[in-house]
T-cell receptor, first 115, second 112 residues
C-alpha cells in the first residue's frame, strides 16, 4: 500500500507564475489535508477536503490560493501569482474514516522556491 | 484556542544520552496527542500517540505519557542514537478529523 504521494518534490517558480502541487492520498483514504511549513516554523493547517468538497479552508490565504479534490485524480493545491513569501514546504496528509484519535499520514512534501 | 508549546531547540546530545523534549498544550475538550518526527528532507512520520489521559504511547524506544493534570505530553528516550537526529513535533487533535495543531518543532542533534 503506497503512502501519500506528492509531486513534484521540488518546484521552482518565478514571481508571478502559478504553482500547482499534487497529492494522491493513501488507498482507501477519502480525507485530505494540506499544511504549510515555513522555514524554521511548525506546520500550519491550510485546508481540509473530502472528495469534491472543501470542508474547512480556515487556514487558506484569502487570495491566490485554492484547493480541490476531484472525484477522480489527485488533490491539487494551486497558488496563483506566486510571491517570495510563498516559498515553503507544502505537506499533504490523508486519513481514513473518521475515528477519534486517528492519525493522519503525511506525504514527503513539495518544496516550493519562488525566485 | 488550541495551542501546543514545545521546548526550543536545537538540542544537542551525545550518543547514549537521555533525551527529554517538553510539550504542553492548551485545548478544549479531550484531545488526542501525538509526536511526529521529521528526518532531513522528508515528510512527517508518526512516532507515537495517546488518545486519553494517562495513556502512554511508545515506539522505537521513545515514550510519552498523556498527563491531563499538567496538560503535558513530554517525549523521552533513555539512550539516543545518531540516527535519532531529526526534528520532533508535538501535536494535538481535538476534532474528529485531521486538523492537527502542531508545535514549532524541536531539532535534536545526536553526536557520536
Amino acid at each position: 500500500n503506497a503512502g501519500v504521494m506528492q509531486n513534484p518534490r521540488h518546484l521552482v517558480r518565478r514571481r508571478g507564475q502559478e504553482a500547482r502541487l499534487r497529492c494522491s492520498p493513501m488507498k482507501g483514504h477519502s480525507h485530505v489535508y494540506w499544511y504549510r511549513q515555513l522555514p524554521e516554523e511548525g506546520l500550519k493547517f491550510m485546508v481540509y477536503l473530502q472528495k469534491e468538497n472543501i470542508i474547512d479552508e480556515s487556514g487558506m490565504p484569502k487570495e491566490r490560493f485554492s484547493a480541490e479534490f476531484p472525484k477522480e485524480g489527485p488533490s491539487i493545491l494551486r497558488i496563483q501569482q506566486v510571491v517570495r513569501g510563498d516559498s515553503a514546504a507544502y505537506f499533504c496528509a490523508s486519513s481514513p474514516d473518521l475515528v477519534h484519535g486517528t492519525e493522519a499520514f503525511f506525504g514527503q512534501g513539495t518544496r516550493l522556491t519562488v525566485v | 484556542g488550541n495551542s501546543v508549546t514545545q521546548m526550543e531547540g536545537p538540542v544537542t546530545l551525545s550518543e547514549e544520552a537521555f533525551l527529554t523534549i517538553n510539550c504542553t498544550y492548551t485545548a478544549t475538550g479531550y484531545p488526542s496527542l501525538f509526536w511526529y518526527v521529521q528526518y532531513p528532507g522528508e515528510g512527517l512520520q508518526l512516532l507515537l500517540k495517546a488518545t486519553k489521559a494517562d495513556d502512554k504511547g511508545s515506539n522505537k524506544g521513545f515514550e510519552a505519557t498523556y498527563r491531563k493534570e499538567t496538560t503535558s505530553f513530554h517525549l523521552e528516550k533513555g539512550s539516543v542514537q545518531v540516527s535519532d537526529s531529526a526534528v520532533y513535533f508535538c501535536a494535538l487533535l481535538t476534532d474528529s478529523w485531521g486538523k492537527f495543531q502542531f508545535g514549532a518543532g524541536t531539532q535534536v542533534v545526536v553526536t557520536p
